[in-house]
Structures are given as C-alpha cells and as structure tokens.
Nanobody, 119 residues
Framework: QVQLVESGGGLVQPGGSLRLSCLAS????????MGWYRQAPGKERDLVAA???????NYADSVKGRFTISRDNAKKTVYLEMINLKPEDTAVYYC?????????????WGQGTQVTVSS
C-alpha cells in the first residue's frame, strides 16, 4: 500500500515563505511525475507545479518566479519552496505522484496541508 504524507503548511504573513514536503512510502517500484496542486474554498483543484522523472518542470503562471518545485528520488520526496506569498495563495495544498507498484502505474494523492497567507 502506498501512502503520501505532506508537511510544512501553516499560517504566514504576506511576503513570507514556506516549504512544503511530501514523502511517499510503501511498496514502490518507481516514481515518475510528481506535482503539487491546490484548492481554495469554493474552487477547483488546480496544478501549481510539476516535475517529471527527468527533471522537466512546469509552473502555473500565478506562481512563476515565487515557487520552486524539486525532488529527491532517494528520499521519495517532492518539495515546494514558496516565497513572497500572497493572500491569494491561501488554499489546501496536495501532492500527487505517479507511482509504479509492480507492473502498474497509478496516481496517488496526499491528504493535503493548509497554507494560509494573512496578516
């Protein structure tokens, strides 16, 4: 069984910084794409940033220049470094990984971590 656990969320003032982490555990053969999504109240869950198995990265336009995604394959972990946070970044942040268990790949989600940007 595969489990993804996020950490690092919290309350921060506008202009502040946070670093999110997401650790995968379980019977994992390999991890391909990793990504971060967010969902604000009353809105859909949207992609924030994604990183492929070979390191290709894409970001939502709203976070370019402020957020940085990275991965540590040995630790089965994906990170999201967030700087210059704005109130509109307030949301529940979810990580997602495309994980191979045996011969099959599937998408797995974390439980979410709350990020609140407020003075």
């Amino acid at each position: 069984q595969v489990q993804l656990v996020e950490s690092g969320g919290g309350l921060v003032q506008p202009g502040g910084s946070l670093r999110l982490s997401c650790l995968a555990s379980g019977s994992i053969f390999s991890i391909n794409a990793m990504g971060w999504y967010r969902q604000a109240p009353g809105k859909e869950r949207d992609l924030v940033a994604a990183i492929s198995s070979v390191g290709s990265i894409n970001y939502a336009d709203s976070v370019k220049g402020r957020f940085t995604i990275s991965r540590d394959n040995a630790k089965k972990t994906v990170y999201l470094e967030m700087i210059n946070l704005k109130p509109e970044d307030t949301a529940v942040y979810y990580c997602k990984m495309k994980i191979a268990v045996g011969f099959y790949q599937d998408d797995y989600w974390g439980q979410g971590t709350q990020v609140t940007v407020s003075s």
